[in-house]
T-cell receptor, first 111, second 120 residues
Framework: GQNIDQPTEMTATEGAIVQINCTYQ??????LFWYQQHAGEAPTFLSY????GLEEKGRFSSFLSRSKGYSYLLLKELQMKDSASYLC????????????FGGGTRVLVKP | GAVVSQHPSRVICKSGTSVKIECRSL??????MFWYRQFPKQSLMLMAT?????????EQGVEKDKFLINHASLTLSTLTVTSAHPEDSSFYIC????????????????FGPGTRLTVL
């Protein structure tokens, strides 16, 4: 099976930076996704990492270390609208395009 | 691009009735669609993988006779919850897989807006 762990909740201040960590244990790793989900809505795609290193997209960046089974999502210049759950999900080669999700990290941005 | 629609967005039904949920990829063809269920404050749980023109693959513990999936075309998959009961009340979300940019072998899943089912 696959184990995907991420913190349950984080709180940060508007304008600050928050880093959400995700660790995974799996065999046949084939990529890691980050999704944002606002309450009562479906997840929206943020980033995809399959090779080691940092991928930057505006205020959001995602990092992957395959040897450590570790990823993080970095949110910069936090805005109130960034308050949401952030889901880490992993795919493995044997499972095709199936995603296995972590429990999600609820981020609360305070003024 | 990569827009997925889902209909209806919300449905309330009586116990024992059947409910059909449609999932469409609007601007791309998706050979694979996925159906998830999400309970409050929990993460998404995959129910089944739907491939166009073939039978769906169900995850362990998901009753295929209760959750009927039909993938009639490259842009449409339907989930029918048969003989719904209150414990089936949940947020049902579909996704459609689209080729990830950069030519890598994994597709990206794009999610529909979800359907909130309430069974009375």
């Amino acid at each position: 099976g696959q184990n995907i762990d991420q913190p349950t909740e984080m709180t940060a201040t508007e304008g600050a930076i928050v880093q959400i960590n995700c660790t995974y244990q799996t065999s046949g790793f084939n990529g890691l996704f980050w999704y944002q989900q606002h309450a009562g809505e479906a997840p929206t795609f943020l980033s995809y990492n399959v090779l080691d290193g940092l991928e930057e997209k505006g205020r959001f960046s995602s990092f992957l270390s395959r040897s450590k089974g570790y990823s993080y999502l970095l949110l910069k210049e936090l805005q109130m609208k960034d308050s949401a759950s952030y889901l880490c999900a992993v795919t493995i080669k044997a499972a095709g395009n199936k995603l296995t999700f972590g429990g999600g990290t609820r981020v609360l941005v305070k003024p | 691009g990569a827009v997925v629609s889902q209909h209806p967005s919300r449905v309330i039904c009586k116990s024992g009735t059947s409910v059909k949920i449609e999932c469409r990829s609007l601007d791309f063809q998706a050979t694979t669609m996925f159906w998830y269920r999400q309970f409050p404050k929990q993460s998404l749980m995959l129910m089944a993988t739907s491939n166009e023109g073939s039978k769906a693959t169900y995850e362990q513990g998901v009753e295929k006779d209760k959750f009927l999936i039909n993938h009639a075309s490259l842009t449409l998959s339907t989930l029918t919850v048969t003989s719904a009961h209150p414990e089936d009340s949940s947020f049902y979300i579909c996704s459609a897989a689209s080729r990830t940019s950069g030519g890598v072998s994994t597709d990206t899943q794009y999610f529909g807006p979800g359907t909130r089912l309430t069974v009375l």
